[in-house]
């Protein structure tokens, strides 16, 4: 029986290699490997894209500044691999115009938008040394030999392989593949970057550390990335601009700091880091301030990041590690008592379970640092919070 999945992924790869060959054949002659390189601007205007009666990307409106790193992060669904392919080429909009440098590139082909792209299969040329993988698209330019080696001996440097030049892709790690791949796209200097997924297949501790890397190397080319995962701690780490993304929509664009702190909605709450959550009814405003009576008769104070009325059915959000655990009264603004019914040990963070004398559930976070006395199950306990970090949200 024929496997249609397996035949698909095969497809994929195929025609996602030979995308990667014309895109690298898409260079201009020149001279060597520059650090001074400088990205362009790349701005979505109202991009809609169906498949059939499927809505993959729902009117989206984005722009990228030049030299930042900007990151499409959401659930699988969410259309920010489709939004990436648009930008690419790959996949054209049933609507809307993809800007690079100010200039409309819907109508152009993948191979003459000067970008360069990584994906997560790394999609190298498996019969081709690593040397005869980044010059590829080069030595067709006729470039001359010398300039060839030059050229490769300054990436592999960039990215730390040099002296990897006569090895074979198999002959590499599955981190070393993903640092050939990131050099074959910076080699020829694109105006932007675009990365699918590029660490999705390592192992956490290596993800981490390319992580930290590849985001050192595009702050040195100085060149507009965009960035697709769904690893929320990778885009918090390398991004500048993270647009948070749900059925094909855009739910909130802004910083990691923006985004944890205040978020826009219960999804992007519940999307970024860990929350807790309330239902309630609003009992009292005062300026940027409200109370508000939850399900389980807790009076809880908050801030508000946009109006309310009283009377008004809304969702309050606190961050676990922003809740103190006290054995007693601490005078915080927010102050109620709770049973402890389970316990999970995290190494460097223990996060207890509570359940409210009002019957609702809560995460709390204490740092496992020294002094810190660990509590038991069953324990009566008393834990607070300071309204400035409980959020009023739609």
Not at 52 to 75: K, M
Request: with cysteine; proline share 4%.
């Amino acid at each position: 029986m024929i496997d249609l999945a397996q035949m698909k992924r095969g497809f994929d790869l195929f025609f996602e290699t030979r995308t990667v060959g014309k895109l690298l054949i898409s260079l201009e002659n020149g001279g060597s490997l520059s650090m001074d390189a400088r990205g362009h601007s790349v701005r979505l205007e109202n991009v809609v894209k169906r498949f059939g009666n499927v809505v993959a990307v729902d009117n989206i409106n984005l722009e990228a500044s030049p030299g930042e790193f900007l990151t499409l992060l959401g659930p699988s669904g969410s259309g920010k691999t489709t939004t990436l392919r648009i930008i690419a080429g790959l996949e054209f909009p049933t609507e809307g115009q993809v800007y690079i440098d100010q200039k409309p590139v819907v109508d152009k082909p993948a191979y003459k938008r000067d970008l360069g792209m990584v994906f997560q299969n790394y999609a190298l040329f498996p019969h081709m040394t690593i040397f005869e993988n980044i010059v590829f698209p080069l030595k067709m330019k006729g470039i001359v030999k010398s300039e060839l080696s030059k050229r490769v001996g300054n990436i592999l440097e960039v990215v730390k392989l040099s002296g990897f030049e006569n090895r074979h892709p198999k002959q590499l790690s599955g981190g070393q593949q993903q640092r050939i791949a990131l050099a074959r796209a910076l080699v020829y200097e694109p105006s932007v970057l675009l990365m699918d997924e590029p660490l999705g297949a390592l192992d956490k501790k290596l993800r981490e550390e390319m992580q930290l890397e590849v985001k050192q190397i595009q702050e040195r080319f100085k060149i507009t990335t965009i960035h697709v995962t769904h690893d929320q701690s990778e885009a918090l780490t390398m991004s500048d601009r993270v647009a948070i993304m749900n059925n094909g929509r855009i739910e909130q664009l802004g910083s990691a700091e923006e985004l944890y702190e205040a978020p826009a909605n219960k999804f992007v709450a519940d999307f970024i880091g860990e929350s807790n959550f309330f239902e309630g009814v609003v009992v009292k405003v005062e300026k940027e301030w409200c109370h508000v009576k939850t399900k389980g008769s807790l009076i809880v104070r908050a801030r508000l990041k946009s109006e309310v009325q009283q009377g008004e059915k809304v969702n309050l959000t606190i961050r676990p590690e922003r809740i103190q655990l006290s054995p007693s009264d601490r005078g915080d603004e927010n102050c109620y008592t709770g049973e402890i019914k389970d316990i999970i040990y995290l190494g460097e963070t223990i996060k207890y379970l509570v359940v409210l004398e009002g019957g609702e559930r809560i995460s709390v976070k204490s740092q496992n640092k020294e002094g810190h006395v660990l509590r038991e199950r069953g324990r009566k306990v008393t834990l607070g919070w300071e309204a400035k970090h409980c959020s009023v949200i739609p």
